[in-house]
Every structure is written in structure tokens, then in C-alpha cells.
């Protein structure tokens, strides 16, 4: 077919030109138009006279223009097509699971039902960071059709990215450049792969040429692989680095930190930046063999120590009176924050960074928990203790931690140690799995579930006997104490998630309805039987998708 040049936009939208292939005397669009809006009977298309078939003779007219006009067109270039999507050699979901995963994208975003009632129906957002690192666990890939859906979650919930992302692997980098709303995706890997941490080349030249995120992440790998590595690599360069850059990176060396660090880390107190000096300041109060924690000892144990003059053994506080150089260069922030005593300021400040190592010489070869149990003078005890827990978090000192920590079975305000839970949650993190969960599970045993929630949370998944079996006898007593059971709710969201699937089947007989106390709140019985029992299907839909993960045979929910 003969091509005709190229028309111009407004030409071919106003038919001020000639229609390509028009015959020589054919109306133009313009024509046509006028037309139209005034009427055949008052202006016909040119060569067509007036009468019933100007109408038609207008719109067979109209359909030639525009066939003449769209077969005259010569296509645009054509756009560059992308880059092949990168290969993911991770095996496949299990047809099961790949379901599975399906309905729980689906269910995220369910409408909550009517009433604010959940019913007996598990709640798949709930389920789905579980089923997420269960598969991350097994090496699987995501399916390429559930990429879009994963993305999306992603995007909604900050908590599923991590898992999420290592599910869509290097697919679901290269489908993330292509929608804005996935730009999140490419942040911590700039959108393509990390070299081999043991290919110099290849990490030198990423860490020379790449964005910044990809540096952060390079970084990050690098150290994980070797912390020595690491660090040389950040030191190579380390003076020309930005400010916000120096403290990005610096934040990396928490992970495998050791006393290898502690020189790098001692250069870097002298830094421009305020926020990187206090940021190297409290990496090296985490190394209780550090210089730091020991100028930090040396400036502690001149405020606090045994108070000569009691009657009794006791601690005496005399908190610092000035903050002065070196203690600025070391870490301490001289001005506090709003309503807070500058003297009690720096005294927190000293202590939570000195060495753990320093208070049992201090105090004539006792204990940590003879220590803590000591008295404090002048009101100093909470400032003392609360300091103490920092130092035992940042130290990951468990000693310390049982001794703040006290006896479970004891009332937190009576005993010794910090009445917080907040940093009771704090200590117990720095516990073995089993030991955390026996402490916790000997709490509820003592003082019920009312308190217990923060120290739940910081239990690892799924919760290690005892403590499932406190928490189900703790619901059990609430429910026949007579009170609503979304009084518990939260301790019952963190149960679906967290109890072992082994436990439905006690769970089954508390399901079922009891007859209701005289005392009783109305109608709690049958809202104890529904939570109960929506806690059942929750723990066997649990068990289910790590069987279908597995490959085992499909089973009904």
C-alpha cells in the first residue's frame, strides 16, 4: 500500500487538510461537522441536495473521512522492549500451598464483617506473615501471577516487606520498576542483584559507583559474611562520606559487632557529626571489654557505691555536677530533655554505658542480684535501676537480666528490681527462648494475664512450654471469673499467632458452651465458646499450611 507523509495532530483532528486518499471534492471533516450542528436541512454536505437522504448521505460521508483518515496513518516507532525478566531457580509452591497463598493476599483485604464481629473465621492477615516466613523458611519462590497481589501487600504493611520481597525474589525486583506505587521494593537493592560479598572487584565497584541504598545494602551484606570485610570496607573511604551517610553506615556494624570494631569506633568520637559520635559512643558501650565502657566504669563507680554512713548496707548516689569534655566526647548529651534534671540526666547516661563488670568490686565482691536487692538512698532507686536494665540490653548481660528481672512469682512493685514491663520486656530478650518463656509463663501463672501482654510479645514463635499452658489455663480462670472476652483480646490475637498448633485440641473442650454463672457478665458464655472456637480453627488452619508448605496431601480447613 502507497504511504502518504505523516499528518499533523490538529490536522488530522480538524480536517483542515485533505483526508489521505480523499477524492478531489470530497468535504472536509470541518464541512462535515458544520453539518451536523446546524442541521441537513439547512446545510447538506456539499454535492448532496436537500431532502430525507442528506442525513444518511452525511454519516456515510462522515464514515469515509474517517477510514481515509485512520488507513493513512503511518504507524509511530516502536517502544524498546524491557529487559527479560531474571531467572529464580528456587523451586515452586506446592499446588496446595500456591492456593493457599492465594486466598491469604485475598483475605488481607477483606472488608472487616458486620458489626465488628469476627466470628469463628481466622484471620488471614494475621496468617499471612506466618505462611510468609514458613515458605522463606523452605526456599520457595512466589508464583509469577501472585507477584502483583504480594507487591501490594508489601506496599500496605511495612511488616511483610522484608518476607515478602525474599519471596518475589529478582522477579519481583524487575516487576516493582515498572510501578511507582512498588518503588519501595527497589530502595534496599536499587533493583538488581548484590555482587558475590567475596568478589573484591565486584564489591569495590558497587561501593565506589552505586546509589546510595545500594551501598547500605552492600554494606550490610558484607558484613555478614565477614565483619572484618565490612569494615574495611566502610573505613576505606569513611572522611568523604556525608554526615546522614557516616551514621547509615555506622549503624551497620551492630550487626557481628566485636572488640576487633572498637579502634574504628574510637575514631569515630572525634567525628563532625553529633549524631554519629553518640552512635559510636553507645556501640562501644555494648563492648563491655571496650576503653569506653571502662572510662564510663571509672566516672560510674565515683557516683554510686556503698554508703558508709548507713546503719545498713546501702547505695549512695552523688550524681555528676558538670559534664565535661571528655565526657561529651564519649557519648554523654549534655543537654537533656524537657523536665528532666540535668545532674540525673548524666548520671543515667554513666551508668548504662560503664561495664556490668565494674558494680560487684565496687559493692565488696557481691552478686548482681545482691546488688540490686540493696537499698538505695534518696530516692535514687528507679534512675539507678532503670539505667542498669540499659546497660544489661546493650550488653546483652543475662546475669544482670535475672537480676533485674527478679522472681516472676513475686509483685513487681514489692520486689527487686524494675516494676516496668516495658523493661522487664527488654530483659527477657536478652534470655534464651525456653528460659524467657518459663519466666513469662510463671508471671501469668502468678499475677494473671492483665499485665502480661508486653511480656507475651517478646516470646519467640511458637511459644515454648510452659508458657502456652499458662496462658490457656490464664484465659480459662478470665472466662470463668464471668468477664467479656474481649477484655483479652489482645493476648488472644497474640495466641492465635503464637500458640503452638498442638494446643486446639484442649482448646476444644473449652469451646464448647458452659452454662453461665449467676455473677456472670450477659451472655459472656457464648462469647467465650465463639473466641474459643475461632481460636481452634485458627490453630488448625496454622497446622494445615505447614503441612500443604511440605507437600503433604491437601486437607479440608
Known amino acids: 500500500m502507497q504511504t502518504t507523509e505523516p499528518q499533523t495532530e490538529?490536522?488530522?483532528s480538524t480536517g483542515a487538510e485533505p483526508a489521505p486518499g480523499a477524492a478531489p471534492g470530497a468535504p472536509g471533516w470541518e464541512e462535515l461537522v458544520a453539518s451536523a450542528l446546524l442541521g441537513t436541512d439547512r446545510r447538506p454536505p456539499a454535492g448532496t441536495p436537500r431532502g430525507p437522504a442528506a442525513a444518511g448521505a452525511l454519516l456515510d460521508a462522515a464514515a469515509r473521512r474517517t477510514l481515509r483518515r485512520r488507513a493513512g496513518l503511518r504507524p509511530g516507532p516502536a517502544a524498546v522492549p524491557p529487559a527479560p525478566a531474571p531467572d529464580d531457580p528456587r523451586p515452586a509452591l506446592p499446588e496446595a500451598a500456591r492456593r493457599r497463598l492465594d486466598l491469604l493476599l485475598a483475605g488481607r483485604a477483606a472488608p472487616a464483617p458486620p458489626g465488628g464481629r469476627r466470628g469463628v473465621v481466622p484471620d488471614l492477615a494475621e496468617l499471612l506473615p506466618q505462611w510468609l516466613a514458613m515458605a522463606d523458611e523452605r526456599g520457595y519462590r512466589a508464583p509469577h501471577a501472585a507477584l502483583p497481589a504480594l507487591l501490594d501487600a508489601a506496599r500496605a504493611r511495612t511488616d511483610l516487606r522484608p518476607r515478602a520481597l525474599a519471596l518475589a525474589g529478582p522477579r519481583g525486583l524487575w516487576l516493582a520498576g515498572f510501578n511507582p506505587d512498588w518503588r519501595f521494593a527497589l530502595r534496599g537493592r536499587a533493583g538488581g542483584a548484590l555482587p558475590d560479598p567475596g568478589d573484591a572487584a565486584a564489591v569495590r565497584e558497587l561501593w565506589e559507583e552505586g546509589l546510595f541504598?545500594?551501598?547500605?545494602a552492600l554494606l550490610g551484606a558484607v558484613r555478614a559474611w565477614d565483619p572484618a570485610a565490612g569494615r574495611a570496607l566502610l573505613a576505606g573511604g569513611w572522611a568523604g562520606e556525608r554526615a546522614e551517610d557516616r551514621l547509615m553506615f555506622l549503624d551497620s556494624l551492630r550487626s557481628g559487632l566485636s572488640a576487633a570494631d572498637e579502634e574504628f569506633l574510637e575514631e569515630a568520637l572525634a567525628?563532625?557529626?553529633?549524631?554519629?559520635?553518640?552512635t559510636a559512643a553507645e556501640l562501644l558501650s555494648a563492648l563491655p571489654g571496650s576503653a569506653l565502657a571502662g572510662r564510663m566504669a571509672a566516672r560510674a563507680v565515683s557516683c554510686v557505691g556503698p554508703d558508709r554512713t548507713a546503719a545498713e548496707p546501702t547505695i549512695a548516689v552523688e550524681a555528676p555536677h558538670e559534664c565535661d569534655e571528655g565526657m561529651r566526647r564519649d557519648g554523654i548529651v549534655a543537654v537533656p530533655p524537657s523536665g528532666r534534671g540535668e545532674r540525673s540526666w548524666w548520671l543515667g547516661q554513666l551508668v548504662e554505658s560503664a561495664s556490668l563488670s565494674c558494680w560487684p568490686d565496687r559493692f565488696g565482691g557481691r552478686t548482681p542480684e545482691e546488688i540490686v536487692a540493696l537499698p538505695v538512698a534518696d530516692d535514687w532507686r528507679t534512675e539507678l535501676h532503670a539505667a542498669w536494665c540499659r546497660a544489661a540490653v546493650r550488653q546483652r548481660d543475662a546475669v544482670w537480666s535475672r537480676a533485674l528481672l527478679g522472681a516472676p512469682s513475686v509483685p513487681p512493685a514489692t520486689g527487686p528490681g524494675t516494676s516496668s514491663l516495658a523493661e522487664r520486656a527488654q530483659l527477657l530478650s536478652t534470655l534464651g527462648v525456653r528460659e524467657r518463656a518459663g519466666w513469662v509463663a510463671a508471671f501469668v501463672a502468678a499475677h494473671g494475664l492483665s499485665e502480661a501482654f508486653q511480656l507475651l510479645g517478646?516470646?519467640?514463635?511458637?511459644w515454648a512450654e510452659p508458657l502456652g499452658e499458662a496462658v490457656i489455663d490464664a484465659l480459662d480462670t478470665a472466662r470463668d471469673a464471668?468477664?467479656?472476652?474481649?477484655?483479652?483480646?489482645?493476648?488472644?490475637?497474640?495466641a492465635e499467632r503464637c500458640l503452638s498448633p498442638s494446643a486446639a485440641r484442649r482448646l476444644e473442650a473449652l469451646a464448647a458452651a458452659a452454662p453461665e454463672a449467676e455473677d456472670a457478665a450477659p451472655g459472656a458464655g457464648a462469647y467465650w465458646s465463639e473466641a474459643f472456637r475461632r481460636l481452634v480453627a485458627t490453630l488448625d488452619l496454622r497446622a494445615l499450611m505447614r503441612a500443604e508448605l511440605d507437600g503433604a496431601p491437601p486437607a479440608a480447613v
Do not use: H, I, T
Not at 517478646?458 to 511458637?462: D, E, G, L, R
Open 10 to 12: 490538529a490536522a488530522r
Open 213 to 216: 541504598a545500594e551501598r547500605v
Open 271 to 278: 567525628d563532625r557529626s553529633r549524631n554519629v559520635r553518640a
Open 458 to 462: 517478646v516470646c519467640a514463635v511458637p
Open 482 to 494: 464471668g468477664s467479656y472476652p474481649w477484655s483479652f483480646s489482645g493476648v488472644m490475637g497474640l
